[in-house]
């Protein structure tokens, strides 16, 4: 095994470590060849425009170099690089409501496979896809972002606890109190 491959099989933790303790870019590459595309998606659903979502991408990448150190290994670096992401899309998008608020909006094709176990709340479930993407263009940025880490990157409410630095009956009454208003959004849009 060559060393490229050596280090292109180590894992996101060990990769972040060797990143911050020698401030390696190259070694940076690897992560962002491994998640860049992961990003992008994640912030073409809140800015809806290929080059806001790519500047958007540079961005998170941007600040993500600089803020690696804070990252402690409480949860798996992909958990964290997804919340990062989102916090950065929600000051975003909060920045900029204004302006665009008619480009909020995230695709919820995984939203069809969300089991039972996962909601409890039946109306929450009955939902029509299409409708409920226009629900969550209504609800604000932190409210769909908790939803999000929740049902489309199936996050553990440790995980979410983790990336968010809250409490879990924090956690939870986040997640209930958006799940309400978007079941009252979504209701109010019928």
């Not at 180590?10 to 992560?31: G, H, P, R, Y």
């Not at 909006?105 to 909601?119: L, M, Q």
């Not at 489309?152 to 409490?167: A, N, R, W």
Request: proline residues 1%; contains cysteine.
């Amino acid at each position: 095994m060559n060393t490229l491959d050596n280090i292109n099989s180590q894992t996101d933790e060990n990769l972040v470590e060797a990143i911050v303790k020698n401030n390696d870019t190259l070694l940076f590459e690897i992560l962002y060849d491994r998640y860049s595309t992961v990003v992008y998606n994640k912030c073409y659903g809140f800015a809806r425009d290929e080059d806001e979502a790519k500047d958007l991408t540079q961005d998170v990448f941007l600040k993500l170099f600089i803020k690696l150190a804070s990252f402690k290994g409480k949860s798996k670096f992909s958990t964290w690089l997804y919340a990062f992401t989102y916090n950065h899309c929600v000051n975003y998008v909060t920045r900029n409501t204004a302006k665009k608020i008619e480009k909020q909006s995230v695709d919820y094709k995984d939203i069809e496979n969300i089991s039972d176990n996962e909601i409890e709340d039946k109306s929450f479930l009955k939902m029509k896809v299409d409708k409920l993407k226009k629900a969550m263009e209504l609800i604000s940025p932190d409210e769909k972002m908790i939803l999000l880490l929740k049902y489309q990157d199936y996050l553990t409410i440790k995980e979410i606890e983790s990336v968010l630095g809250i409490g879990e009956s924090a956690v939870k009454m986040r997640i209930k109190r958006a799940k309400d208003k978007l079941t009252s959004v979504y209701a109010e849009n019928q």
